[in-house]
């Protein structure tokens, strides 16, 4: 009786990669945050628009539609702490209506990340502005220190992206923009929810961001939203997203009166009442999908704090993270890629860093095919000077390769939590740098 107990206590502590028992049976199941909060309050309000037989946001039979985009607007406001929000068809869609907004186009240079989304650099682009790839630190978001060297007389604003749910170091971002008078954009679509500093993030900036696609917080499939303090820009950015017009109901929010901006050309990324009201009953749970995975991702940290040589990723507010992953540094991407075959073999999965790209590395960047040869941004001499590829970007690629960690889920059960913990004091010891 004693040999066999010796004999399961080894083969528990055993890594399941050379041999062991898993830690669990089944991999661990990761299902859309958002999404998986859906019950009878997204159907309500669904049904609302459908019995008014009213999809369109500004008008249909019978009268007024219930106007559920204009009320998730109001509440997505006051949720952000922000005086204007602007509902919009996704993330990529607020992101030109933040570079409308601040009249970023041809001759303007924007900061960025080289690793983040492709819809940053793509809006920057499409706008007819020069994008200008800076390195990212060990928060995996813009490194301040890697701005103000890249600063020309054509640099008009700063993009600071919130990635994988941590917040980007914003004190020195703001200082920097306010030192040279640019303009600050946040985009918070992987971090929907979270905060820097007791203020909601997209609050602290000209302008903010967010994504309510399937992959984020809180979502309707797709969907975007845009904040703002100031009048005038938000007047801009619901200008540009309703082709140049401003509704009553947007003008009545800037107090009446006349239109400050002249009308200009715009677009069409107008939000429909169907998704309005499925965001409108998903800005309600914000707070509990939140404290959710907040909760089981404090755990975590918790029950790794005592393994030697645990090296976390940078958090600039720990207390403002979204949770959305634990990331570890392990020194090399050998050993990173360890971690990673013996987490799997665990059945807790684990990642690199993701949801991004390395945007200088992509062929169509580095080549700076756009939609048209004579495209303005990059037809000046800064243009065609500036250069992008691997070589421009040697820290982002170095971080990213080196660092690894599990996703956290605010559906995780006591017992996925527990198990991801097991998993991790399993195979940490085998794999950190001594």
């Not at 928060?139 to 060297?149: C, G, V």
Request: charge should be positive; charged fraction near 20%.
């Amino acid at each position: 009786m004693q040999r066999r107990r010796l004999l399961a206590a080894a083969a528990a502590t055993k890594l399941a990669v050379e041999g062991g028992t898993p830690v669990r049976e089944k991999p661990l199941d990761q299902p859309y945050w958002g999404s998986s909060f859906y019950d009878d309050k997204e159907r309500a309000e669904l049904l609302d628009v459908l019995d008014a037989k009213a999809p369109f946001r500004w008008y249909g039979p019978g009268g007024a539609p219930p106007r559920k985009v204009l009320q998730f607007e109001k509440e997505f406001a006051a949720r952000m702490q922000t005086r204007f929000a602007l509902g919009v068809t996704s993330g990529t869609a607020a992101l030109h209506c933040a570079m409308a907004a601040l009249e970023i186009g041809p001759g303007d240079e924007v900061i960025l990340p080289a690793w983040t989304w492709h819809s940053c650099f793509n809006a920057v682009v499409l706008a007819g502005a020069l994008p200008v790839c800076a390195e990212i630190d060990e928060s995996f978001n813009l490194d301040p220190k890697d701005i103000e060297h890249r600063l020309t007389p054509h640099t008009k604003a700063i993009l600071a992206v919130h990635l994988q749910g941590n917040p980007a170091d914003l004190d020195p971002i703001l200082a920097i923009a306010k030192k040279h008078r640019l303009r600050v954009v946040e985009d918070c679509a992987q971090s929907v929810g979270a905060s820097y500093k007791g203020r909601p993030l997209g609050a602290s900036a000209d302008v903010g961001i967010y994504s309510l696609q399937l992959n984020k917080t809180i979502t309707a499939g797709e969907g975007g939203a845009v904040v703002t303090n100031n009048p005038e820009l938000f007047e801009r950015a619901a200008r540009f997203h309703d082709l140049g017009g401003l509704r009553a109901p947007h003008q009545d929010q800037l107090g009446g009166g006349p239109p400050t901006p002249a009308s200009f050309f715009g677009t069409n990324f107008r939000m429909n009442e169907f998704t309005g009201g499925v965001l409108l009953a998903q800005t309600r749970k914000l707070d509990t999908i939140v404290n959710a995975v907040r909760s089981r991702a404090a755990q975590v940290y918790a029950g790794i704090r005592d393994v030697p040589g645990v090296r976390l990723r940078h958090r600039p507010d720990p207390a403002g993270e979204l949770g959305t992953g634990v990331f570890l540094d392990f020194g090399t991407r050998a050993r990173c890629d360890q971690f990673l075959a013996a987490m799997k073999a665990e059945n807790v999965g684990a990642v690199r860093p993701g949801g991004s790209v390395i945007l200088p590395t992509l062929p169509h960047v580095i080549a700076k095919k756009t939609i048209h040869p004579a495209w303005p941004s990059f037809t000046s001499e800064r243009g065609k000077a500036i250069r992008y590829g691997a070589d421009t970007c040697p820290r982002t690629i170095d971080i990213l390769g080196r660092f690894g960690g599990v996703l956290m889920n605010p559906k995780h059960s006591r017992q996925d939590t527990a198990d991801i913990i097991a998993a991790l004091r399993k195979v940490l010891p085998a794999v950190l740098p001594a």
